[in-house]
């Protein structure tokens, strides 16, 4: 109808966001949008080989440990009070954790329905909490980021989301300090996007980028390094891009040591959950 494409993809805010929107309009005003749209393309199937590999290395536990509740639940609220009553008859002093065992089972078994409308109720009640409140979703942003194991891959995948997207910015014709205000929308945790504000202000004073990045703690020495070689030479588009494969191979060495270290770690829990 006589629209910009960038504008057309800007009234479908719910399909489209902020970066993919602004690298077309920068395809459009510099006149290479078939290149624009190559790099859009590649950039989206990264994210989506990355966010793929992570689901099929949880596939496993979750299918394991979801079977487990399901049987232990079945346990509890069948089986259990059967046993109990034999145990009763034959009235032996019963140990400490089989006591334990039976007045849950007697609890699941009277008020399983309470047990999960609580669950259920603090589920959404997070999920809705975490959605609205800025200050309840910078926590749960920061606590993704010191979890055992999983802390060091969020950090990667929101660094290379950084670098990426950056990269595909200023590649693309882009200013400096637009970039880093598109990015800042797209990283998707809170914490990252406040330490690139901080940088955009920065970099809007007169700053050089590293300046801000080399004080955080969420943001290893060799980001900020090589970014600023990157500032010195010229050749940012270059050390972005390369930062990006670093961190895409830890990424992937990540979920490989994690696949590796599941089928133990279940056999453990199984274990445990067996000797309960």
Do not use: C
């Not at 007697?106 to 669950?119: C, G, K, P, R, T």
């Not at 990426?164 to 996007?193: F, P, Q």
């Not at 290893?220 to 990006?244: A, C, F, H, W, Y």
């Amino acid at each position: 109808a006589g629209s910009r494409l960038s504008q057309a993809l800007a009234d479908r805010p719910k399909m489209f966001s902020q970066f993919y929107i602004n690298v077309v309009r920068s395809g459009e005003t510099s006149g290479k949008l078939d290149e624009v749209l190559n790099y859009l393309a590649d950039e989206m199937e990264k994210d989506y080989n990355i966010i793929s590999k992570i689901r099929g290395a949880m596939i496993y536990p979750i299918f394991v440990l979801g079977g487990l509740t399901i049987v232990g639940g079945i346990m509890m609220v069948f089986v259990i009070p059967k046993l109990t009553s034999v145990l009763e008859r034959g009235g032996v002093d019963l140990p400490l954790s089989t006591r334990i065992v039976i007045g849950f089972s007697e609890f699941l078994a009277s008020y399983w329905w309470m047990l999960i409308l609580v669950l259920v109720g603090i589920f959404f009640g997070l999920r809705f909490l975490v959605q609205h409140n800025s200050l309840a979703r910078k926590y749960f942003d920061y606590i993704k980021l010191i979890l055992p194991v999983f802390g060091n891959l969020f950090q990667n995948i929101y660094i290379v989301r950084f670098t990426r997207s950056m990269h595909t910015l200023v590649v693309s014709g882009i200013t400096v300090t637009k970039s880093l205000e598109i990015v800042a929308t797209v990283v998707g945790n809170t914490i990252y996007r406040e330490l690139l504000e901080e940088t955009l202000q920065a970099a809007e004073e007169g700053s050089s980028l590293s300046s801000v990045l080399s004080t955080s703690s969420k943001m290893p020495p060799m980001v900020p390094q090589m970014i600023s070689v990157g500032e010195k030479t010229g050749k940012l588009d270059v050390v972005l891009d390369r930062i990006t494969s670093f961190y895409e191979e830890e990424i992937n060495k990540t979920v490989d040591n994690l696949v590796s270290l599941m089928e133990p770690l279940i056999i453990v829990v199984l274990g445990v959950g067996v000797g309960i």
